[in-house]
């Protein structure tokens, strides 16, 4: 059985890639080189890990999924900028580059919905599910047993527990800048959700991405920079 631990370095490579890229990077060269190296470098491991991943389809329909993923995202980007709004009227509103906004928008569109909702739903909630199972069967050291007896794979499709929610939400946010938290955590809970009722990832790859691409839409219509 291949445990948990050893699914840790696939499962957060892409994530960790984007993030060193952005940071590492962000002062030397510009936005526009900085996302074209990012799309390249984690389309590259997400080729390289996909094999140890679990599948992203369930066990309904996957038109159902891909509808009720898009009606979610509209509810997504609606909840995002009520919840983000009043942090941002202090924030820089400069425009993007006409080049750097496409680049992002492809980037944050069909990239990091992908890899995002791999890493949060597809290992960290149900990482955090196996912990609290460990902890309800009064495991002396229930991380080590989900980490090292135990494999996400094993759990079923929209299984979910309170620990599980909570864990994971906090870890999402925690991936976003301090004032985008409120948003983040209820956005995280929303893709939660539709594990729990659709039980595949494919629903909240294509709600991330959908509120991701009506967000740079928005963005870029209304001139709210603020928000992005």
């Known amino acids: ?22 940071s590492a990077f962000g002062d030397l060269i510009s936005v526009e080189a900085n996302y074209i190296v990012r799309l390249i470098a984690v389309i590259a ?17 996957l038109l ?21 709004t009043p942090f941002t009227d202090s924030l820089n509103d400069e425009p993007w ?19 995002e ?5 597809g290992f960290v909630f149900r990482l955090a599910f196996q912990w609290g199972e460990a902890r309800r069967e009064k495991q002396e050291t229930p991380l080590q047993v989900a980490l090292d007896e135990k494999s996400i794979n094993d759990v079923p499709s929209g299984a979910w ?7 994971s939400s906090l870890v999402f946010a925690s991936g976003h800048h301090f004032y985008e938290w409120p948003a983040a955590i209820v956005f995280s809970l929303l893709m939660t959700f539709l594990w729990v009722l659709r039980k595949d990832l494919i629903v909240c790859i294509v709600a991330h991405s ?5 967000l740079a839409v928005y963005v870029f219509k209304t001139n709210s920079w603020y928000l992005w």
């Not at 948990?4 to 952005?22: D, E, G, H, K, Q």
């Not at 891909?66 to 919840?83: F, H, K, Q, Y």
């Not at 527990?161 to 864990?167: D, E, T």
């Open 1 to 22: 059985m291949i445990t948990n631990r050893s699914l840790i370095l696939p499962y957060a490579a892409p994530y960790l890639t984007y993030v060193f890229i952005a």
């Open 97 to 115: 580059s006409t080049t750097a906004f496409m680049l992002r928008l492809f980037s944050a569109g069909l990239l990091v919905p992908v890899f």
């Open 161 to 167: 527990s309170w620990s599980s929610v909570l864990i």
């Open 210 to 214: 959908v509120t991701n691409i009506l």
């Open 117 to 121: 909702e791999i890493l949060m739903r």
């Open 45 to 61: 491991v997400l080729v390289w890990a996909w094999e140890w991943y679990c599948p992203i389809s369930g066990p309904d329909s």
């Open 64 to 84: 159902k999924s891909i509808i009720t993923g898009i009606v979610a995202g509209v509810i997504g980007l609606i909840l995002w900028i009520l919840l983000l």
